[in-house]
């Protein structure tokens, strides 16, 4: 509901618990992987930042950190994530603090280090970040590059971060056409092959359909997303592709609505919902 409604006063004190809830667990798990793999290079996101900066500097393993949108570097002339209309700076300084706040929350500090005083000084956790000020300097300064996949044409290195941040803006991510293609081939479901028949008919049966999806992020709610695509499809009188993503975009979340049986109608003719797709095979 606070993601839906741009809620972020109510957000965040979700968020940061629910990472104090999780981090024990995570911990273990990121742990175990560790020691299993014995990896030379940790490749952590902002989802595991805190557990790959614990065990970088406990095995002393490099680091890098990625991630598609900068979370980490302080702006005067960029947003943070809490999206206010100006004071980026202070809004990046208050971001900054809840995750200290978090380290030491009491909850999970004694998990922790139950966890990993078999791999290090009993007084590790105690003094990882043990001040504002440190937490400031390893989110300016983390232990890794850090590479944002995102293309530098939409993304300009602000001009007033520190010429020694390390910071590399990569471009877009891609996993190949023939890649894809292989695992689509094989019915991966990561790359919609449980609808690759009904794709291929899709695509035979009519004109080139528009492809609408929003990935990972839920934008309002999942009904009105769904409402805005097949709406806006039908009001251009166009064919169309609909990845369900992380919302989970279906036909049935038009029930109830004015429109419903008008929807159903256009969208059995001309729509085809799928969870997951091969981008590169399905754009020409």
Request: proline share 6%; aromatic share 12%.
């Given at each position: ?8 006063n ?29 990896p030379?290079?940790?490749?952590v996101?902002a ?107 939409l ?11 390390e ?33 291929e ?11 609408m ?10 009904v ?23 919302a ?21 003719e ?12 399905l754009?020409?």
């Amino acid at each position: 509901e606070a993601v839906a409604t741009g809620d972020m006063n109510k957000f965040m004190p979700l968020y940061f618990q629910q990472n104090a809830d999780d981090l024990p667990s995570m911990l273990e798990k990121m742990l175990k992987a560790t020691l299993e793999f014995q990896p030379d290079l940790l490749v952590v996101s902002a989802t595991d930042l805190t557990g790959g900066l614990l065990l970088s500097r406990l095995f002393r393993i490099p680091m890098a950190i990625v991630g598609l949108q900068n979370i980490w570097f302080p702006s005067r002339y960029q947003e943070s994530s809490l999206g206010e209309p100006c004071c980026h700076y202070a809004a990046f300084f208050l971001l900054q603090y809840f995750i200290f706040r978090l380290f030491k929350n009491p909850m999970i500090r004694p998990t922790a280090m139950e966890s990993l005083r078999a791999y290090g000084s009993s007084d590790f956790w105690e003094t990882y970040e043990a001040t504002f000020e440190s937490s400031m300097y390893a989110s300016l300064y983390p232990l890794g590059p850090v590479m944002f996949g995102i293309s530098p044409e939409l993304y300009v290195r602000p001009h007033d971060w520190p010429a020694d941040i390390e910071m590399h803006i990569t471009g877009f991510w891609v996993i190949g056409a023939a890649e894809q293609q292989r695992r689509l081939n094989r019915q991966d479901s990561s790359f919609g092959g449980s609808t690759l028949q009904e794709l291929e008919t899709f695509l035979a049966e009519g004109a080139k359909p528009v492809y609408m999806g929003w990935g990972s992020i839920i934008a309002g709610t999942p009904v009105q997303m769904t409402l805005l695509a097949l709406r806006s499809l039908k009001e251009a009188g166009l064919r169309g592709i609909i990845l369900g993503g992380w919302a989970q975009l279906r036909l049935e979340l038009v029930k109830g609505q004015p429109d419903e049986a008008e929807l159903e109608i256009f969208a059995r003719e001309n729509v085809l919902f799928v969870q997951t797709a091969a981008h590169e095979w399905l754009f020409p």
